[in-house]
């Protein structure tokens, strides 16, 4: 058995709710992000030829499950079939407590948005949702959890186990974000050894982005002849500076796709390839309800060179939207690729540069 301990540091606040939508450390959340990336160290370790079903089932075994049908255990030498099981991985915080952060910090600068008539909130714009407009903006909530809170992340693992989730904790730590608007960056954070625990070593799987449509679940970063998708803002002194650098480039990506149609067009146009709803933009065979996450994905890590500074990290991780989304392979790639050269050119006012995996 590996028991092991990290400091988990947020390094940007995090809209991370319990069940009356208040800040909350919790380790649900923390389990579920370890799941996802768990999923994609066993991907890398398959070679990218996945059974869904042994996986969900490998997964079930290790963390815990309410809907498998094959599991069984023994008693008093009989086979007894279970429809439940509890983890196999313990895991534990220091502290439960609630967020720190009670008013949001005046601190939003606005940046321009071309498609609205005044400037936006930077911090707004990437955190709407758990952030509201209220004179300024504003936590929608109670609270959230503050840039620089931390708390002892403890784990418990059979040795049979650890290699795979070794690779996930890893891969949690350096491309991991949780709670609301997590993609944006906000709830970035890192994970730091604590006494005879190692460092977390590893490498991140890549695969050319253009075969990743094989699977509709994220499963790894893409790559092209460039190297891998990610790419890597300079410097930043603090988290408030580096979100008005992300949002001026996500504002800036997504606008290059001009919409044709309003409310309840016929077909998707590409800006909808990157994710849905989008407002007063919906398209009439897919309805208002349901959701196309977006696979470029945003991190603040600790700047390479200065600890004390930041850095905005970019990475696209393919994967082909849901069959009920009708998709559209071709355009799919096209609107991508788009992406890829708009973060490899002129990101406006915010250039980025490849970084390694």
């Known amino acids: 058995m590996r028991q092991l301990e990290y400091t988990l540091r947020f390094l940007t ?26 999923r994609v160290a066993y991907a890398a370790e398959h070679k990218f030829l ?38 196999a991985l313990r895991m534990r915080l220091s502290s439960w407590a609630d967020g720190k952060l009670k008013a949001w910090p005046a601190s939003d600068t606005a940046v321009t948005h071309p498609e609205v008539q005044r400037p936006v909130g930077a911090q707004l714009y990437l955190g709407y949702g758990p952030l509201k407009f209220a004179k300024g903006t504003a936590l929608k909530s109670n609270a959230a959890i503050q840039s620089g809170e931390s708390a002892t992340l403890s784990l418990a ?46 490498a991140a799987p890549l695969r050319n982005w253009r075969e990743c449509f094989d699977h509709d679940w994220p499963h790894v970063i893409g790559q092209d002849d460039g190297g891998p998708l990610i790419w890597q803002t300079a ?22 796709f001009i919409f044709n149609t ?19 933009h919906s398209v009439k065979p897919w309805g208002n309800k349901v959701r ?29 939207p849901p069959a009920s989304f009708l998709p559209d392979r071709q355009a799919i ?8 050269d708009f973060l490899d050119g002129d990101a406006t006012t915010a250039p980025l540069s490849r970084s390694r995996a």
């Open 13 to 38: 606040p995090a809209f991370l709710g319990n069940a009356t939508q208040d800040a909350q450390w919790r380790t649900p959340p923390i389990k579920h992000l370890l799941r996802e990336w768990w």
């Open 50 to 87: 996945v059974d869904v079903a042994e996986m969900r089932h490998e997964e079930g075994m290790l963390f815990g499950h309410a809907w498998l049908d094959d599991d069984t255990f023994e008693r008093n030498g009989k086979t007894i079939k279970t429809a439940a099981r509890k983890s």
């Open 157 to 202: 693992v059979s040795d049979d186990h650890w290699p795979r989730i070794e690779h996930a904790l890893f891969l949690m730590s350096r491309y991991g974000t949780l709670g609301g608007r997590s993609r944006n960056g906000w709830g970035s954070f890192s994970l730091a050894p604590l006494g005879n625990t190692p460092t977390l070593a590893g």
């Open 235 to 256: 410097p930043h002194d603090d988290w408030v500076s580096l979100m008005k650098t992300l949002a001026i480039i996500k504002i800036g990506l997504r606008t290059q």
């Open 262 to 280: 309003g409310k309840n067009a016929a077909s998707a146009e590409d800006r909808h390839w990157l994710s849905y709803p989008v407002t007063n």
């Open 292 to 320: 196309l996450p977006n696979s470029l994905r945003f991190k603040v890590r600790p700047a390479p060179d200065d600890p004390r500074k930041v850095v905005g990290v970019i990475f696209h991780v393919p994967c082909l």
């Open 333 to 340: 790639k096209e609107v991508w690729k788009k992406v890829h």
